[in-house]
């Protein structure tokens, strides 16, 4: 049997859409939503992210301005700029594009964010509100995998739910996100003794590591739902996490790489900024 491959190219662009509706409502109230990047140095990747956000702004109907910084920009100049976009009413959201160069300290940056424009979900309180379910911003990628899942229509109460990997963008909050949908959840890392055996325990399984198809057909329960968002760049290719020629044999859906997780990434972000400006 081969597996139902989750478009998530076609499930953003769906969100997307139902969010140019919301964003023309907000317009004709004379609140367009707004975002605004922080772009720090060259970072050849950043800047295609940066690129993409604002496209997708562009085409939703959000104010998107990109604020460029020298590679050399000091933290006292990053901070600044911060106060000045946290007083600005027209500004909704605010996302500093990570990783920042070496001698910039990025926790000191996202802290100075307000908690009520932190739409990328990094910011302490709102780490806080997710922990304890208080609804307040959540990191996107994992937002975007919870939306996936549930859009797919996959059972998520009482199911295992392995996660690989424990970041404080990704690993946690999404597995923080499925707990409170009463899933049973399973957090694995480069410490876990035997990574293959919990996986193979997963119904969904999300791998969040960062090592070119690291999870193999061996390592999946088949039927188990597959979520890969590995992006790791092979010889000029993306791929996932996954071996996704290997495991869309035995698993009972799977998102590609591209085309799965990225996509819900980006529309995630325009929902938190679109909410931002609804909150007023
Ligand atoms: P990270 O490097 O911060 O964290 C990787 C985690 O994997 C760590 O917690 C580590 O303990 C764990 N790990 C390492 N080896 C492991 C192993 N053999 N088995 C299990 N766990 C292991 O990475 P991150 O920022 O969470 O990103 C993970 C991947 O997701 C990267 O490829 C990144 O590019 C991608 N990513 C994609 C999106 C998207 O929009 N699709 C967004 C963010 C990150």
Known sequence: MTAKIID????????????????????????????TVVLVGDNPASKVYVRSKQRACEEAGINSTVH??????????LL????????????????????????????????????????????PINVGKLQIGAGGFVPCTPA????????TEVPIAGQNVVVLGRSNIVGKPVATLFLQENATVTICHSRTKDVAAEARRADILIAAVGRPKLVKRDWVKPGAVVIDVGINRVNGKI???VDFEEVKE????????????????IAMLLKAT??????G
């Open 239 to 241: 791929v996932g996490d």
């Open 250 to 265: 035995v698993a009972g859906a799977i998102t590609p790489v591209p085309g799965g997780v990225g996509p819900m990434t």
């Open 80 to 123: 600044d700029l911060i106060t000045q976009l946290n007083a600005d009413s027209t500004v909704h959201g605010i996302l500093v594009q990570l990783p920042l160069p070496g001698h910039l300290n990025e926790e000191e940056v996202i802290n100075a964010i307000l908690p009520e424009k932190d739409v990328d979900g990094f910011h």
């Open 144 to 151: 975007g995998i919870l939306e996936l899942v549930k859009r």
């Open 8 to 35: 998530g190219k076609a499930i953003a662009q769906e969100i997307r859409a139902d969010l140019a509706k919301h964003v023309a409502q907000l317009t004709a109230q004379g609140n367009t939503p707004g975002l």
């Open 68 to 77: 460029r910084l020298a590679e050399e920009t000091t933290q006292e100049e």
């Open 274 to 279: 679109v909410e931002a400006a609804a909150r």
